[in-house]
């Protein structure tokens, strides 16, 4: 009887362990089926990612203003020609002022604080010093502001920025729209002037209306350290004061009992430019809207601008864009292709509206790659960008007038239109009851009313990366059967391959840090010389993990070095995580940085048995991974780039370019950085460890 | 689950000091990110500091005493007030250039150290058991023949002290090291079978976090049956078979010595004495918080603030776990009902797991404690910590367990996507509160996985076990 009971168990048994009986859920079934075919899905689905990147000029929406609070256009222009006289008589007596009167003072600032009070603003004049490209690498880490620069002030390089405000009588002084015009008071253009020609006749106005119901701040940047600081500096102290008394007050013209004044939280931004003379027969307005990392302004804030410079003011509006692609050839081809596409299609089913004019889709793609290029980058396009980082939105409005700068007739037609222009804009936010929310915060332009959102521009990436998790999948299972399954701890033969990957990782992220210890090397070393600290001590560094810890040199010998099919799975799989993580920080940083990352780390393997085994689809497979980890290599990438570009570079000067390159990235705190310094290069190495695996 | 983990295997076989290098330079590096604390920031992230057991509330809890106001005045400190009194007087202690707290620091790198050799104890006693064991089932021919058995306790304490997470809490002060100090401590004395010990140690961890109550069953299980051990139904196979080979039986564990009966004998005077020990270390809490607590309401305040403030889920900040966002969402009218539900989830669970699991209750000790830090209404990266490294503890039986990578690159993922995502909602203001929300529940469902996983390995390694013991075979011939 026990015997029976025995073998009764025995056969249980062997059900619970999983007999070939039971079928396995649809689900797992799939799984099982993509990780058995995963070479063929990751091209189709590698190559359906480019296309769908391709196809992204095709996909954009027309634009639309989503919040109804803003109702762009509705009330009619309250601008009078006396605001704009006024804003003239500014100008002209800035010039002569500045004709007169050579030298460092604060004087232009004051004359023009003098107009604001006149016309009832409350004044403040505020000083900042200008801040060296200093990199800390905890300040990547932190909150914007959450450090502070005290010390070491020097009274010969400071700027004053004067913010007037106009008090709302409507509002409870809650809320405020900012409008900036950056201004070199020592040296700045006469279509610079025109700036606070426009922004004074507007504040002339909007000193005077019943309607306004945020407070209106003015800000006069002094940009003669750059756009983009005077701005910052000011945010910094509207935000978070310091209560120490600086330095730099001492030094000083301008009496101290000027306190900085505030007003509510700062719904929208506006940075108004003139820019030299228009290219086009119409005014030009460009817009910048990219932020730090990244970030864009809410879509309504560029929508309101475009409807109202193109329907109201009649400006020619545009956005930057890639210029050399325009003239590319094998864009405009596959622009035909698409057109005739569409074209087909449509003749197949009429509702099938997806096809573009070759020279529409050409346009569309030079837009998006700058679009996409000024995003991945991380740098901000211009003095807007200090905003965001308050969760302000903010764009900079650049507009280029068709005549000469001396044409006085012209000059004040042009005033008018800008002033009506920000005019409406700020009624428009002016009306708004809460923050932008209602349009979307990430997208992609291909023209001024035209836009790619998130939902779209995620299937381009999400394709291109899906086949990364399904090829690591398929390299663990290989991995760990083909090796002798008798052995213990097969379920955790991974943990040598994620020992090595740990370790490049780490390597990655020292070497991500060490310019901040190559930049205390005392006295002035050039671009090159840094370069070469840097690229020596990283390849000895290299070097040291490679002979320190076993196992994790590609030359190491054969009973160390790890299965190379699960060091590439854990790789992929550490690439994946990567290039998710940075697609959440910055997509068009993972964007471009997987179509580098995904054909090399899915290429990529043991070139030895490759060579010795002399078939012609080996040889042409080894010959595809070199030349993809030869491109893979930041420098390398970033040397034909900038070929591409058509400036040819070799040798050391390469490397001084790519130092300065880099210390503009980390200068600007972009993430793209990190990315190339604790992803992409790991991930290159490894693929460098796998190509030269001794297998 | 760290990386340091396959390093530590393999090296444990060769050098018994590398234990002790390593567990060094995890203090070394405590120490150094200590001095950049300031710069980290990392006492205020939710991940780390939960509103039980952030430090900057402890700190405000103790200033409001100093006044001679009730400490859980205004709703902002929620724990005990024994640690408020000890770690208390700490916060205020400040050296000139010294980053703030720093003494307070200092007392979780300690409690990390002795939670790492608590750790070491109990799988010196698990490892020693688990070689007792398979020799009894025949599966190691030889007391000699220990090659194959990893040092179970070194590599949970150095998973203990190398975890990131036991690391970022250490560092991020929050006072989630003692709270699992004292649950290692429980453990420890119930495996070492030192009762007041284990009775001291559960009732301070019942008292710190109130979640592990739920441990009494495991300890109770532990001073009653003994050690983890396969089920006994092994043994009796093999003593039948034994005893019909030979007359007599080699020394055995008091598994073996056991009459052949069905069932194991439980140790009756050994559990009574740990609840009487029990109800003498309450009896003390209770005094030393009535005496601390007598002008500010007494002990009835200290139940509403601490354990009432747990069990209703009043802070609705982001966290880790998924409550914040269920609780933000739900009806006034529905409140209570949810509440009960959510709590009830976790009390269904014991006793199924209690069955099933009471040959191993370390184990079942290790798994409460993962499903209670799944459920646990302000869930840190502490309780994460805790578990995982009480799952180092068996490596020996779970050498098997599928999906350890995707776990592995999950828990990697999901822990540096939280960061990400809650930047981008309450910084950037581009993403919102589904996002952070989105993320937890990744996390939860890797939790479960986990759990699910463990839990089946721990089974297939009991039938495994019956499938290869020899003596088995030999009945079936």
Known sequence: MATENRDKEEEEVKTDDGSPKIKPRPIVQLGIFLISHSPVFSVVFSAAGVMALLLLPLLAKNTYISENALMPGSARSMLSHRDVSDGSKLVNDIKSFRLNHEGQGVEVQRLIGNYMLEMGAEVSYQKFQPEGNHFHPLHFFSGPASYTNLGNVSCAAYGVNVAGIIRAPRGDGKESIVLVTPYDFLNGGDYEALSLGIASSLFSLLARVTWLSKDIIWLVADSRYGDYRPVAAWLTEYHTPSFEVSDLSKCDELNPSDSFRRAGTVAAALVVKVDGRSERFEDTLSIYAEASNGQMPNLDLINVVNYLAVHRQGFYVKVEKVVSLLSSSWLKTVGEIFEAVGKVARSLNPDWKFGIPAADYLEGSATLASSLYSQALGIPTGPHGAFRDYQVDAITLKVSPRFPPDSKGRQHEFCLRGAQLLEGTIRSVNNLLEKFHQSFFLYLLTSPGKFISVGVYMIAFALLVAPLPMVAASLYIDGCTTQNPAENLKSWKWLDAAKQVFALHLLGFIVTLLPYLICQVPGEQSPTNRSIIWATTSSSLLLITFVTVPGCSPFSSRLHGTNWAVLKSVTISAAFIGLCLMSIINFATAEIGALLLVPMCLMVRPIRPDLRSRRVKSLVRALCSMVLVTIGFPVMFFAISKGLIGEGLVGLGLGGEFWTWLESLWAWKSATYLYIGMVHLPCWLLCLCILFHPS | ?477
């Open chain 2, 1 to 477: 689950m760290t990386k340091d983990d396959g390093e530590m295997v393999e090296e444990q076989k060769k050098k018994p000091c590398r234990f002790w290098i390593w567990a060094l330079s995890s203090v070394l590096f405590r120490l150094i990110l200590i001095s950049y604390a300031g710069n980290l920031n990392l006492s205020s992230r939710p991940e780390v500091s939960t509103p039980l057991t952030s430090i900057r509330r402890l700190a405000e809890g103790y200033w409001l005493k100093q006044a001679s106001m009730s400490p859980y005045a205004g709703s902002m400190y929620h724990g005990s007030p024994l640690l408020l009194s000890l770690l208390g007087p700490l916060t205020v202690q400040r050296i000139k250039g010294q980053p703030s707290h720093l003494f307070c620091s200092l007392v979780f790198v300690i409690a990390d150290i002795l939670s790492a050799i608590l750790l070491r104890g109990i799988g010196k006693k698990l490892q020693m058991a688990y070689g007792l064991n398979a020799r009894l089932l025949g599966l190691l021919k030889s007391p000699r023949d220990k090659a194959g058995i990893l040092p179970c306790g070194d590599i949970a304490a150095l998973v203990y002290l190398w975890n990131p997470f036991t690391i970022v809490c250490c560092v991020g002060l929050s006072t989630s090291p003692i709270e699992n100090l004292a649950v290692i401590l429980a453990l420890n004395g119930a495996v070492t079978r030192r009762v007041p010990l284990a009775a001291f140690g559960l009732v301070m961890a019942t008292h710190l976090s109130l979640y592990p109550a739920i441990l009494t069953i495991p300890v109770i299980f532990l001073l009653g049956y003994g050690l983890d051990a396969p089920p006994l139904k092994l043994f009796l196979q093999t003593r039948n078979v034994e005893s019909g080979n030979r007359s007599s039986t080699s020394s055995a564990s008091k598994q073996a010595k056991s009459k052949p009966t069905a069932q194991l004998p439980f140790l009756w005077k050994t559990v009574v004495h740990f609840v009487f020990w029990a109800l003498v270390w309450s009896l003390c809490v209770m005094v030393l918080c009535r005496l601390s607590l007598s002008k500010h309401g007494g002990l009835e305040e200290m139940f509403k603030r601490t354990y009432g403030f747990i069990l209703s889920i009043e802070d609705l900040s982001p966290n880790i776990g998924v409550f914040w966002y269920f609780f933000a969402e739900v009806f006034d009218f529905f409140r209570n009902f949810f509440l009960i539900v959510f709590h009830v989830n976790i009390l269904f669970m014991l006793l199924p797991l209690a069955i099933r699991l009471k040959h191993r209750p370390c184990f079942l000790a290790f798994i409460y404690l993962a499903i209670s830090s799944l459920l646990k209404s302000y869930p840190s990266v502490g309780d994460s910590a805790l578990y995982l490294s009480l799952w180092a503890l068996f490596v020996n039986e779970l050498a098997d367990m599928k999906f350890s990578f995707f776990l592995f690159c999950g828990y990697l993922g999901v822990s540096l996507l939280s960061p990400v995502m809650h930047n981008l909602w309450i910084w950037r203001g581009t993403g919102n509160a589904n996002f952070y929300f989105g993320n937890a529940i990744g996390y939860a469902c890797f939790q479960i996985v986990f759990v699910v996983e463990s839990v089946s390995a721990m089974l297939n390694h009991d039938r495994a076990l019956k499938k290869c013991n020899p003596n088995h075979q030999k009945v079936k011939n």
